[in-house]
């Protein structure tokens, strides 16, 4: 079945593009326990997501459902502050609305960011990790249902993610921060519960780097319509089974908390460098 996703949020986005005080460059998703990156760009004018007509509701603690649109030294930002899960039994043409929401908007590029386990034994808890790549196999079908693999292009700019150049300029950005940044491979997973053991052990063996629930729906969105996209990871935690500890979603935001100030320099001088 193929949506037609401008129908279906066409309020909202009419209503956006009535609101907006300025139309934005770049896109910026933060995840768990991340939000406090917008304290530290000058916002000039947010929207909660539950005002906005057709827009749904986020339930998870620390995803506050807030869209601001901001300007950091020049650039204009949107950012998104709360994220919609599969797990929260939203459809994927639910998932991707940051991104569906910043194409309408015009932004060439969006930088999604995410709380993830490690599963490489080298990741420890704090380390930030650029997705090189990643496995989306458990929603391939859904997702090329919702986009719609209709021509060519479309077919090759599915997977087109990340972006070799917006990948370089988060090097390049690392490196000028003097922060070590790790990369893997971000293998998607649909929840609701963290993994088993068994699972890890699997993702392990066939490349998985990091593990996260979110992120790759947005970015294949993103890519099927032409924009940049990329992914900074927080390893939050130990993928099950890799520490004893058992996992729980307080650990992934006082961790996420804990890093705020390293992502946030990365995330602004990634945003200067742009
Ligand atoms: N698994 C899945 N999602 C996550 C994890 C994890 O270990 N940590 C943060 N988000």
């Known amino acids: 079945m193929n949506i037609d996703l401008s ?16 139309e934005p460059d770049f896109a910026l998703v933060l995840g768990s326990g991340l939000g406090g990156f917008a304290n530290t760009v000058y916002v000039i004018k947010s929207f909660r997501t539950k005002d906005l007509p057709g827009y749904p509701e986020s339930t998870v603690e620390g995803h506050s459902g807030i869209i601001h649109f901001a300007e950091y030294e020049k650039k204009k930002l949107l950012l998104f502050q ?3 899960h599969f797990y929260e039994d939203y459809k994927l043409s639910e998932c991707i609305l940051p991104a569906f929401i910043a194409n309408k908007l015009n932004c060439k590029i969006i930088l999604l960011t995410n709380a993830a386990g490690g599963i490489n ?24 249902e919702l986009i719609g693999i209709s021509s060519e292009k479309m077919h090759n700019d599915f997977i087109n993610f990340p972006s070799t150049e917006i990948n370089q ?15 893997g491979v971000y293998w998607y997973s ?23 629930m979110s992120t790759v729906p947005e970015a294949v969105f993103a890519a099927s319509v032409g ?18 500890q058992k996992l729980t979603h307080d650990e992934v935001t006082e961790t996420a908390n804990r ?3 390293k992502f946030s320099r990365l995330v602004r001088r990634i945003i200067i460098s742009i």
């Open 7 to 22: 129908f279906k949020y066409k309020a909202l986005i009419d209503h956006l593009n009535n609101e907006k005080p300025l």
């Open 82 to 84: 709360g994220r919609i």
């Open 121 to 144: 034994r080298q990741f420890k808890p704090g380390d930030l990790m650029l997705a090189d790549s990643f496995n989306g196999i458990e929603i391939k079908k859904e997702l090329t």
């Open 169 to 183: 300029i988060i090097r390049n950005s690392a490196v000028e921060e003097r922060i070590d940044i790790k990369e």
């Open 190 to 212: 649909k929840g609701p519960s963290y993994e088993t053991p068994a699972e890890i052990e699997m993702m392990h063996r066939f490349g998985g780097d990091a593990v996260g």
């Open 227 to 244: 924009m940049k996209a990329a992914s900074i990871s927080c390893i939050t935690n130990y993928a099950a089974g890799i520490s004893k």
């Open 259 to 261: 890093v705020e100030d």
